[in-house]
Structures are given as C-alpha cells and as structure tokens.
C-alpha cells in the first residue's frame, strides 16, 4: 500500500511539475511573439509619424479605416472650426506630447470640411487655470474665425468607457475619455467621422489650446517578461527534480 501510494504521489507531482514547465515555457515564447509585434508596431507608427502628411481620405473611404492600419497617420485637410460647444478631457500628462508634463485638458471641436462633413480635432493641451467654461473665456475661441483653414495632424481612433471610467461632467463639458462619439451625441454636434485628428499644425496665437508633434513611446519589456517566464520554468524543473532526487535516495 505504502509503495502505491508513493508511486502515486511520484506520478502526480510529475504531471504537474511538465504541465507547470510547459505552461511557463509557453507564456516565455508568447512574450517572444509578442515583443516581435511591438517591434513591428514601433517601426510602423515611426514610418506614419516621419511620412510627409497625405490628403485626409473621402468619406467613402471612411469605414474601412482601421486603428492597427490607420493610426497616427499623418493627414492634412482644410476645415472650418464649427462654433459649436467644445470638450474638454483630462489628462494628467502624455504618452505621446513630450512638452505635456502638467495636468490638464485637450480641447476637442468639430470642424466642417469643404466637402460639407464634420471631423473632430482635438485642438491641443489647456493648462487647467485656463479652462474657461463662459463663451468669453474659452480656450478655443482663437480658433473660431469662421474661416477655412489649413489643418495637419495625426489621424486616431475613440476610446470607450470601461467599467472604472470617471463619469463625465456635462456641465463643465469635462469629460475623462476621448470617447469622441458619445461627446459628439451629449454636444449635439450632429454626424462626424469615426475618427478624430491630433492638431499638429497651426500654432494659433498665444499658443492655447497647444497642438504638437505626437512622439509615442510604447513600451517594450517583453524579452525581460520572457526570461521571467522561462526562469520559472527552469525552476520549477529544476526543484521536481532535485524532490525526485531526494525520493529515489529514500
């Protein structure tokens, strides 16, 4: 009985110790895969970030473009600023504005393009002392000439609400995620792109609200999660087999 009952025991903790080390060996491999994406992705966003800025799409080409295809591509366009309520989103600093290091808001309206559609741009940072809500303290009111203007920025894709997500203040037309449909619809701007453009250029004067140059930095710690992984894996073989050692000795 005792002799069954420890070759039971042996055979159990082998099953486990090769089902733990495949497992961990697997996971090391997947952050292997994955640090390969991240590189891709890195060097994609770079070539869009550095290419020369193209004609914005039309709007038939608008529903097929994407985020993993179309994100931060740089596009020019000439739009008019619509004098229409603007949104202002919190942040706290950037992961994509190297000049951003304060908190703050972005300033997002809609602008008209000749083609008669409404794209949203989000205008640039506001300090928070000067996120004026009165119609004469706006930030954006620079903006609103009524005339068409010449606009390049970065092309990008909504954000949703989660579960964790700020509520939003629709009296101060604050908002914490650049949820651009849902703003679009408490605004009342009416229909608009599925996207919105990051302002790079004009500079208005003043400078409020500030665009920029987006420079994303994305992080790349997946070879160090893969030795993580595989350290694991090794260790966990490694102390089966000093155990199993240990139970043949005895």
Known sequence: MSQARSLGSTISMTVFALVMTALLTGLGFWQLERRDE???????????????????????DWPHLNRSD????RVRFTATFENKPDAMIYTSSSAVRTDIKTPGAWAFLPARLE?????????????????GRAEED???APLLTGKPETLTGYLRFPEHPGFLTAHENEPKRLWFIRDVPGIAASLNWGKIAPF???????????????????VPKLRDNHLQYAITWFGLALAVFGTFGFWLFGRRRA
Do not use: C, W
């Open 38 to 60: 991240k590189h891709a992705l890195i060097a994609a966003l770079n070539a869009r970030l550095a290419a020369e800025p193209v004609a914005l799409p039309p709007s038939s």
């Open 70 to 73: 179309d994100e931060f591509r």
């Open 115 to 131: 083609s008669g559609e409404q794209v949203v741009v989000n205008a640039g940072f506001v300090p928070n002392e000067m996120q």
């Open 138 to 140: 706006r930030a954006v």
């Open 196 to 214: 919105y453009i990051d302002l790079e250029t004009p500079v208005p004067a003043g400078a409020v609200p500030r665009p920029g140059a987006l």
